[in-house]
């Protein structure tokens, strides 16, 4: 009967809406009372609009009461399971949905405000009374009043309003059968597919007013979140295979992705929050978040913090545009950064730390981050200048990223629930540090001068994170280029514009290839060069100069190189190879060179490590002799071999003629 009477009602929307009650049409006849009309409702057009608004949530009401003994009658009792008839209820629900999605969907603007909310806060409660826990949940809603009430111009006080009771709270549903429960699941996956639909229709850009679309899409954030806490547990339980964790780390655009049929009901309703915050933005220049993205961002804050991936994979996605860019002293975002990557950012940093998260969700956000930076002139994201780049965020990730991905290899290495997109995750990953740190390691040019390297305070805390927790297959790779970004910050020395924050730099890089490989060929190269540098300074130099500042960085990096040395074990045959250079430290001019070559001479027993060596010659030569020796026995016997086989090649030839 409702739907009857709201097809009655549709027909009769298009009505003239010049036609408007209380105007006189007849100029001869004048009316005996002027009635004056609110402008909501000053035509027939919009009487009848606002009737529609009436039936829609005058269906809320029926189905809150009485959703399920509706849901009974689609057990005809016969207990055959048989679905060849479809039931009224289920004819009667797909009216409903498709009547919530074309006023949720209406064009217009305040005018049709109210249709759309309506529209919109029915389809969403289809969703909540048709999953496994979320009918009482949607019954029994917590109703917030003033408890006061204008009446006759007079504020007066009645009756406070309902509450829910206690015994309502969490109750779960109990069906009949189990044809019922198969019908309740098929009337859960109409609404959702319908308001997937909306979605689709959220993406397509067919929004003309954007004022009362945002307070659609406010209303609709709010009613995600209760969605969410309905199906949490069943619905939207999450389970993400390997494979697919592999696939997305090369993929950098989830706007406007298509719906799959292997994509979970999880993934789809992140996907929903995701456009809802996107498509509910105040512009480029907006300093706030609107109400509905707040909404949004709350949701998926709570998401990650319940351990989802979805929600890490979709904050990851929208924080990309920001995640590098450079903030005020304050934390807030610059102007022109999009105020949602802003906080999606500050979402992941907090979150991802958690001991909730997966060591495989941590590793994928890196590895997603990092190909924004990685390949930032083929992405979508706008180019922006040198120094407005920062890498304060993912030094404040990389770590604890980087030690799930140490967890990861040793799962592996055991061969404990070691599986085979494990090590793929971990190959991108560190492919795409490797990429990114040469990158950040390359100098910039400033005409014909070498330029300081930008960012070096941030990059020595990446190449102190990345060294601690190296994959033992990609160590060499990094040893090599740690030994560049060394290399290019001596190089940095003798520039006139060098930047002092390249000593923590360097000292990183050194100690970095001495904590992945101590008997790695180029520390004796890259020691040298350091050595070498102080040599050719002039002691001098006015301490106001340029070349007092870069005297001072040579002789600083020096100290630093000695001073790791010294704490690095197993590294005694890199300081027999820069022996020399160390004894010429030994007689500089400057107190602290010669402490620091004390220090590294002091720290290993020169004699007794050149005495080993020559023993170690020596047993070499006593084993090649040896071996020489053993060489000409078995040549003989060799020879001998040879001649017995020919003599019994004659035999045998003889005895066949």
Partial sequence: MILFVYALVLENVGRDDNDSPGRNTDGDEKSRYIVSIHHSRD?????????????????????????????????????????????????????????????????????????????????????????????????????????????NGALRSVRSPGKASPSSKKSPQKFHSTITETWRENLFLDAFEVLDSYREYLESDSLVDKDSTLQVLSHFAGDLNKLYECCRDNEFAEERRGNELVSLTNDTALDHQPVSEEDTLMERFVRIVKTVAMKSSGGQEARFLSQAQRSCVDLLRYLAQNGSSEAFINLSFLASSSFFREREDNGKPKKGVDILSHEA??????????????????????????????????????????????????????????????????????????????????????????????????????????????????????????????????????????????????????????????????????????????????????????????NHVQPDAPSESEDFRSINFKVEACVLACQIMQDTRGIDRVIVAVFPSLCQLVRAEDSRLREAAGGVLSHV????????????????????????????????????????KEALEQQLAFINH
């Fill in 345 to 534: 950012s500050n979402v992941l940093c907090e979150e991802i730390p958690n001991e909730h998260v997966l060591d495989e969700c941590r590793v994928l956000v890196l590895s997603r981050l990092l190909l924004v930076l990685y390949d930032r002139k083929d992405s979508e994201i706008e180019i922006v200048q040198e120094d407005e780049v920062s890498f304060k965020l993912l030094t404040r990730l990389i770590s604890p990223c980087l030690q799930s991905a140490k967890e990861l290899e040793r799962s592996i290495e055991s061969g404990s629930d070691a599986n085979g997109y494990e090590m793929q995750l971990l190959d991108v990953l560190w492919e795409r540090l490797c990429v990114t740190l040469t990158n950040m390691l390359s100098l910039a040019s400033d005409g014909v001068k070498i330029a300081a390297i930008p960012h070096a305070a941030d990059l020595a805390e990446l190449v102190n994170s990345i060294s601690e927790s190296t994959n033992s297959k990609f160590s060499s790779k990094l040893c090599d280029i740690l030994e560049l970004g060394a290399l290019r910050c001596l190089e940095v020395a003798n520039c006139s514009r060098f930047n002092p924050e390249n000593l923590t730099l360097f000292g990183s890089c050194f100690r970095g290839i001495c904590r992945l490989d101590s008997a790695d060929t180029s520390l004796p190269y890259i020691a040298n060069q350091a050595f070498s540098a102080v």
């Fill in 605 to 644: 027993n020169v004699g007794q490590l050149l005495n080993d060596t020559q023993t170690r010659c020596e047993l070499a030569e006593t084993r090649a002799q040896v071996a020489e020796n053993r060489l000409s026995d078995l040549s003989s016997q060799v020879k001998q071999l040879l001649k017995e």
């Fill in 43 to 151: 035509s027939a057009g919009k009487q009848w609009m606002g009737t529609q608004v009436l039936v829609l949530r005058g269906l809320s009401r029926v189905l809150r009461t009485f959703f399920l003994s509706l849901l009974d009658t689609t057990d005809d009792g016969s207990g055959s399971g048989e679905q060849n008839d479809t039931p009224w209820f289920e004819q009667a629900w797909n009216s409903i949905l498709s009547h919530s999605f074309n006023a949720a969907t209406e064009t217009g603007g305040r005018d049709t405000l109210n249709l759309r909310i309506a529209g919109i806060e029915l389809l969403v409660l289809c969703n909540q009374l048709a999953c496994k826990g979320g009918a009482q949940a949607a019954v029994s809603p917590v109703r917030v009043g003033t408890n006061m009430e204008v009446v």
